[in-house]
């Protein structure tokens, strides 16, 4: 699976993303890429181009690399890595001045398509960002989303003929279609490199808003660190905290 991504990532782009300090690189150059590792050995790759049109459209795919197994099945065991979980997605985005008489100065639209979750997502993000200071800035963002699931049949039996009965081949799940609101508030401290996060977020999978705050801090150059809480205050909330080191190129 890791050998079938990156081939993807080949394909669709070229040999004509490179690390960042490659001198042969321009400036305008339309190819970018950033890849983060994490402690557990996984990471993630973004691999994209910018198209020449009046509004910034962009095109590319989203890697997630699953640590490689250990040969020592109870070091697998104990990091619960079993087998090759590398996912990927393809997806597009154009982002054009907001609507004045909202308040909004930025829009973005996306598609995605995820084979890993055979579901595909398009998306709308309407944002406003305001400095406070030299220092501190907000920015003020509403999403609309709608996922569709893929059908999926379920085989019953093996047919022993192309004209079986379709009760003997198998049932076919309807897709399921989610639509997601999606509300934050960030502050971004630009000399701490701090951002602090409030976000609420409604799906017509559950009918119920679930809250999330996040602090997301850079420690040193393009390492940072992430605590988050889901759902606080309820019986049973989600904390994380998360490290990534990002490269650019």
């Known amino acids: 699976m890791r050998a079938a991504l990156a081939m993807l990532v080949i394909v669709a782009f070229g040999s004509g993303v490179a690390f960042a300090g490659d001198a042969d690189k321009s400036s305008n150059d339309p190819n970018f890429g950033s890849r983060t590792d994490l402690p557990d050995g996984s990471s993630t790759l ?11 459209t962009k095109i590319g795919t989203d890697v997630s690399l699953a640590a490689q197994p250990s040969t020592l099945p109870s070091e697998n065991f104990a990091t619960g890595t079993f087998g090759d979980r590398s996912t990927g997605s393809v997806w597009g985005s154009i982002n054009m001045p907001g609507f004045q008489p ?3 100065d930025k829009t973005s639209l996306e598609a995605r398509v995820d084979g890993g979750k055979d579901e595909g997502k398009v998306g709308a993000t309407m944002s406003r960002t305001v ?3 030299e220092s501190l800035s907000m920015t003020w963002q509403n999403g609309y989303s709608v996922t569709q699931t893929l059908a999926q049949t379920t085989p019953e039996s093996l047919p022993l003929a192309s004209n ?4 003997v081949i198998g049932t076919i799940t309807q897709p399921m279609q989610a639509r997601t609101l999606d509300q934050t508030l960030k502050f971004n401290v630009a000399p701490w490199g701090t951002t602090f996060s409030a976000d609420a977020s409604s799906s017509n999978t559950d009918n119920q808003w ?3 705050l996040s602090i997301e801090q850079t420690v040193a150059g393009p390492l940072k660190i992430t605590t988050s809480v889901e759902d606080p205050g309820s019986a049973v909330p989600i904390k994380s905290i998360t490290a990534g080191f990002k490269k650019v190129w």
Do not use: C, D, I, Q
Request: aromatic share 8%; no cysteine.
């Open 164 to 167: 079986a009965p379709a009760s």
């Open 210 to 212: 679930h809250n999330k």
């Open 46 to 56: 973004s691999v994209g181009r910018r198209l020449p049109t009046e509004w910034e």
């Open 131 to 133: 400095p406070l200071g």
């Open 102 to 104: 909202l308040g909004f």
